[in-house]
C-alpha cells in the first residue's frame, strides 16, 4: 500500500523536476537568441577596436525610452537638465570599463551640478563567458529595488572600480561577494542577499536585454545624447572623455 500510494508524490515530483528543466531551457534559449543577435556585434568591437568600432556599432540610431522613463535602470541628476545620457552597459563587458573609467566622476559632477541626466541601463549579453552578466545585473536589481537609486548608483560604480575579467570566470564576483559590494554601496544584507543567490530578478535582467534590442542597442556599450548616439573618440576612453566635455 506505501509504494502504490507514494507514486502519486513521485510522479508530481518528476513533472515538477521537468517543469523545471523546461524552464531552465527557454531561459538558456532566449539568452542564446540575445547572443546571437548582439554578442556578434560585441566579439567585432573587441577584434576591429577604435574608429572603426564605432561606425559599425552606429549604422541606425537606437530608438529607446528617454532618459528617466526606461523600466531598466538608475538615473543621477536633474530631469529638467540641459543635457541627458542613456549608457547601456553589461557588468563584465571591458569597454563598458574603459568607458566608466573616463567618464564616472565627470558625468557624477555635471550631474551634481545641474548641468546633465544620465540613466544607466545594465543589460547581460556576455553570457558565453558564464553567469556573471546576469547574477551581476540581478544583484543591481536586487539593491535599487530594496535600498533604492543611490545605493544602487554606489554599487554600479563599485562593480566597475575592480571589474573582473572578462574571460577568467574565476575572478567574477562570488553570490557572496556581491552581497559584500552591496553592503559597502550600503545595502541591508538581509534585504538583498536572497534576491541575489536566487536570481529573483533573473526575468528583469531578460527584459531589460531584450529592452534594449528592440530599442536597436547592437553592443555595449552603446551611449545616447541628447537624444543621439554619441561616439567621438578613437577609443571608448577617448570617448568618455569627450562626453564629459559634450555635457559641460
Known amino acids: 500500500m506505501s509504494s502504490k500510494s507514494s507514486n502519486p508524490s513521485k510522479a508530481a515530483a518528476r513533472a515538477q523536476k521537468a517543469a523545471e528543466l523546461r524552464a531552465e531551457q527557454e531561459r538558456a534559449e532566449k539568452r542564446r537568441r540575445l547572443l546571437m543577435i548582439v554578442g556578434v556585434a560585441t566579439i567585432f568591437v573587441l577584434i576591429v577596436g577604435g574608429a572603426i568600432l564605432v561606425t559599425v556599432l552606429n549604422q541606425e540610431n537606437v530608438e529607446a525610452p528617454d532618459a528617466g522613463q526606461g523600466d531598466y535602470g538608475v538615473s543621477i541628476g536633474d530631469e529638467d537638465a540641459d543635457h541627458t545620457v542613456i549608457i547601456y552597459e553589461d557588468f563584465l563587458c571591458p569597454i563598458c570599463g574603459q568607458l566608466e573609467s573616463a567618464s564616472n566622476e565627470g558625468l557624477t559632477e555635471a550631474a551634481e551640478d545641474g548641468k546633465v541626466f544620465v540613466e544607466y541601463r545594465p543589460i547581460a549579453i556576455l553570457t558565453r563567458f558564464g553567469s556573471y ?35 577568467d570566470p574565476d575572478s567574477h564576483y562570488s553570490d557572496d561577494e556581491l ?6 554601496a550600503g545595502a541591508s544584507e538581509d534585504d538583498v542577499r536572497e534576491d541575489i543567490e536566487n536570481l529573483t530578478y533573473e526575468d528583469w535582467v531578460d527584459d ?15 551611449i545616447v545624447l541628447d537624444g543621439e548616439q554619441f561616439a567621438e573618440g578613437s577609443s571608448y576612453a577617448e570617448i568618455g572623455e569627450n562626453l564629459v566635455e559634450a555635457v559641460q
Do not use: Y
Open 133 to 167: 552578466s546576469v547574477r551581476s545585473a540581478n544583484a543591481f536589481k536586487a539593491v535599487l529595488e530594496a535600498s533604492g537609486p543611490e545605493e544602487a548608483k554606489k554599487f554600479h560604480d563599485l562593480l566597475f572600480e575592480d571589474q573582473p575579467a572578462e574571460d
Open 179 to 184: 552581497v559584500e559590494l552591496a553592503v559597502e
Open 208 to 222: 531589460a536585454t531584450q529592452a534594449a534590442i528592440d530599442a536597436n542597442v547592437q553592443g555595449t556599450p552603446t
